[in-house]
């Protein structure tokens, strides 16, 4: 099974760049995701990552280093949608598609 | 393309009552799931299936219990409501990576 730790909240400005970390049991590892939640809707799936580096995609980036067991998300030239809560999520007891998820980080974008 | 689709949006309960939550996908998707949120925290995952015929505990199961006939539907029953089922529920479905949440359902149990 998978510990999952990142920060409760974030606060960072309106076109700046933002790093949210993560950390995670290395144990079973089957791949790290990143979702991306808002107040009062489902949770949208932002990146995976199975190997080790930099991924991007747009003004969002995920890193992953499998040995440290730890990963980021990187959100670039920030606006104030992007306030919303980041979820990190590894793979569940068990393994195969089940995932355990961190509590979440609750990032507010201000001008 | 629908996607993920889950109803009732909202439900208030009695405890003791009961009621089944329903979740479709049209995507194909053999892996189906249920989760609850609490205020302030991660999803818990209450049960699972990887196809028709076949479901298994996550780690929240205890008054829940779920059934998957079709590859489309996966239902979450709570039998004898009680005020700890107070969440909002969500459905996901995936096939490899990445899973696909519906909207939700937010249930008081009161």
């Known amino acids: 099974g998978q510990n999952i730790d990142q920060p409760t909240e974030m606060t960072a400005t309106e076109g700046a760049i933002v790093q949210i970390n993560c950390t995670y049991q290395t144990s079973g590892f089957n791949g790290l995701f990143w979702y991306q939640q808002h107040a009062g809707e489902a949770p949208t799936f932002l990146s995976y990552?199975?190997?080790?580096g930099l991924e991007e995609k747009g003004r969002f980036s995920s890193f992953l280093s499998r040995s440290k067991g730890y990963s980021y998300l990187l959100l670039k030239e920030l606006q104030m949608k992007d306030s919303a809560s980041y979820l990190c999520?590894?793979?569940?007891?068990?393994?195969?598609?089940?995932?355990?998820f961190g509590t979440g980080t609750q990032l507010k974008v201000e001008l | 393309n629908a996607g993920v689709t889950q109803t009732p949006k909202f439900r208030i309960l009695k405890i003791g009552q009961s009621m089944t939550l329903q979740c479709t996908q049209d995507m194909n998707h053999n892996y189906m799931y249920w989760y609850r949120q609490d205020p302030g925290m991660g999803l818990k995952l209450i049960y699972y299936?990887?196809?028709?015929?076949?479901?298994d505990k996550g780690e929240v199961p205890n008054g829940y219990n779920v059934s998957r006939s079709t590859t489309e539907d996966f239902p979450l029953r709570l039998e004898l409501a009680a005020p700890s089922q107070t969440s909002v529920y969500f459905c996901a479905s995936s096939e490899g990576s990445g899973q696909y949440f519906g909207p939700g359902t937010r249930l008081t149990v009161t």
């Open positions: 999520a590894g793979p569940g007891p068990g393994g195969g598609n089940k995932l355990t």
């Open positions: 990552n199975v190997l080790d």
């Open positions: 299936s990887v196809g028709a015929g076949i479901t």
